[in-house]
């Protein structure tokens, strides 16, 4: 199989089962991808490229462990040329719109320092008010984050501006959707906690995603709901208040439960809407 640095994951992926491993002996970001909720989220949008970013190497670091499965480089496609050319036509709506509406957020500095920008990403989400942009600037393609908020009623668009440079903005065409702030009001603790836990007792599946960092607590918990019989629920050890996995519950036809111990102590209990 030829490949370049736009290469998608999900074609190597496919092309070879030895590929994953391969891909995850590059760089320890890569053991994300053993998760198979995470891994179908970003390998169909994800080029060896874009992956080479998140990882802090290079696609020749890819093109050199995957030779020994069979792959070869095609030379005649460069990264910088296919990113330009990927760029979509801008939408109407973005056209439109005047730049004192966008909100700037740039998280490459944040992500440089090891850090999570998640968090500081939720809070202007829930102060953005009708009719303004949340402008994503990262020199990666934020999927995890696309995915997340286009549950919440949020379009997005991608534009790749250089090699180290990508736009993601984020908005609502139809400012009378339900918005994120409003999430506040179901997240507090739940008054029927401790019927719900003796209503499931002795069939709960328990799980502590306190330990990783994001997005796998939420790819964590979603992977295990794919697995749970209708008559269990899943209880889960958290750090804080998911307000981005509501909304996916939500989606996928799941009530949950929330108690709110103190800070960086909170459980859920996830079960199958009857």
Same mark, same amino acid.
């Given at each position: ?19 994953? =491993?391969? !891909? ?8 994300? $991808? ?6 179908? $989220? ?13 990882? *802090? ?12 499965? *069979?792959?070869?480089? #095609? ?16 939408? =109407? ?68 501006? #250089? /090699?180290?440079? !990508? ?5 609502? +065409?139809?400012? +009378? ?13 739940? *008054? ?8 499931? /007792? ?10 990783? /960092? ?5 790819? +964590? ?25 509501? +909304? ?6 799941? #009530?949950?439960?929330?108690? /709110? ?14």
């Amino acid at each position: 199989m030829l490949i370049n640095a736009q290469t998608k994951i999900a074609a190597l992926l496919k092309h070879h089962p030895d590929t994953l =491993e391969t !891909i995850v002996s590059i760089a320890p970001d890569f053991k994300k $991808l053993r998760n198979p909720i995470l891994r179908k $989220l970003m390998a169909g949008r994800t080029s060896i490229a874009m992956a080479s970013k998140i990882g *802090g190497c290079k696609p020749e670091d890819f093109f050199k462990a995957l030779a020994p499965l *069979g792959f070869e480089v #095609d030379n005649n496609n460069t990264a910088t040329e296919e990113i330009i050319t990927e760029n979509k036509p801008i939408p =109407e709506y973005l056209k439109n719109i005047q730049q004192e509406q966008i909100v700037n957020f740039d998280v490459r500095e944040i992500l440089a320092s090891g850090s999570d920008p998640l968090k500081q990403i939720q809070q202007k989400v829930k102060e953005l008010t009708a009719n303004q942009v949340l402008l994503i600037i990262n020199n990666f393609e934020p999927v995890p984050l696309i995915k997340l908020l286009e549950n919440q009623g949020f379009t997005s668009y991608v534009k790749f501006v #250089d /090699e180290n440079t !990508i736009e993601t903005y984020f908005y609502k +065409t139809n400012t +009378t959707s339900e918005t994120p702030t409003n999430i506040d009001e179901e997240i507090k603790t739940s *008054g029927d906690w401790e019927q719900m836990i003796k209503h499931y /007792e002795n069939n709960l599946v328990e799980i502590d995603v306190r330990h990783l /960092e994001m997005p796998m607590p939420m790819m +964590t918990i979603l992977e295990a709901l794919e697995t749970l019989p209708d008559n269990k629920a899943l209880y889960v050890h958290h750090k804080r208040i998911p307000v981005f996995l509501l +909304t996916e519950l939500k989606d996928r036809k799941f #009530d949950y439960r929330i108690k /709110e111990i103190q800070e960086g102590e909170v459980y859920l209990l996830i079960f199958k809407n009857k």
